[in-house]
């Protein structure tokens, strides 16, 4: 099946360090998620984004919705260790009750 | 709210028998609920997806005679892999959507090992 394309594949940083990753499909979606998946668990859901060009925040994570549809982006600030996991972005064509397309995930680790 | 539970957390079968996992959504009702496998340091893949009261849809390349689904309830998805063998070995994950505010909520996985 389809995946969307996450870079960084993985990142090493300190912790208080702010950082970065996005999500880029070959198709549009009209909504976009961020999920959290620790080991051994199921994702958590982060953020949701319903619109093009939103700009959302839920604590020290904010997320846009790229204005071509085709691209997301999610930044945390201020990392600290219990940031450390596996984030994945996902693609909905439509709502809740439609499937949703992953992407390839990036794994955060922090250094001490 | 919005608790998904599955049940077994973890399983080991031998191989060539049958498994069955429990996907139950605990304080909201779900017409729609999602199974996907998820193998070691992988994303997640869907494989099918399972409507109260309707026959599952599948996703191309998964074996619905292999991969049973029932969806006899608001609140219950269960997935059988017949004849499970080796390769079968993975994380399966179910979640649930809730409508309004139109979201998914994932269960905590199972972990099946074939020998």
């Known amino acids: 099946g389809q995946q969307l394309n996450q870079s960084p594949q993985s990142m090493f940083i300190q912790e208080g360090e702010d950082v970065s990753m996005n999500c880029t499909s070959s198709?549009?979606?009209?909504?976009w998620l961020w999920y959290k998946q620790d080991p051994g668990e199921g994702p958590v859901l982060l953020i949701a984004l319903y619109k093009a060009g939103e700009l959302t925040s839920n604590g020290r994570l904010t997320a846009q919705f790229g204005i071509t549809r085709k691209d997301s982006f999610l930044n945390i600030s201020a990392s600290i260790p219990s940031d450390v996991g596996i984030y994945f972005c996902a693609g909905q064509l439509g709502f809740g009750n439609e499937k949703l397309t992953f992407g390839t995930g990036t794994r955060l680790t922090i250094i001490p | 709210g919005a608790v998904v539970s599955q049940h077994p957390s973890r399983v080991i079968c031998k191989s060539g028998t049958s498994v069955k996992i429990e996907c139950r959504s605990l304080?909201?009702?779900?017409?729609?609920m999602f199974w996907y496998r998820q193998f070691p340091k992988q994303s997640l893949m869907l494989m099918a997806t399972s409507n109260e009261g309707s026959k599952a849809t599948y996703e191309q390349g998964v074996e619905k005679d292999k991969f049973l689904i029932n969806h006899a309830s608001l609140t219950l998805s269960t997935l059988t892999v017949t004849s499970a063998h080796p390769e079968d070995s993975s994380f399966y994950i179910c979640?649930?959507?809730?409508?309004?505010?139109?979201?998914?909520?994932f269960g905590p996985g199972t972990r099946l090992t074939v020998t």
């Open positions: 979640s649930a959507a809730r409508q309004g505010p139109y979201e998914q909520y």
């Open positions: 198709s549009i979606f009209n909504t």
């Open positions: 304080d909201f009702q779900a017409t729609t």
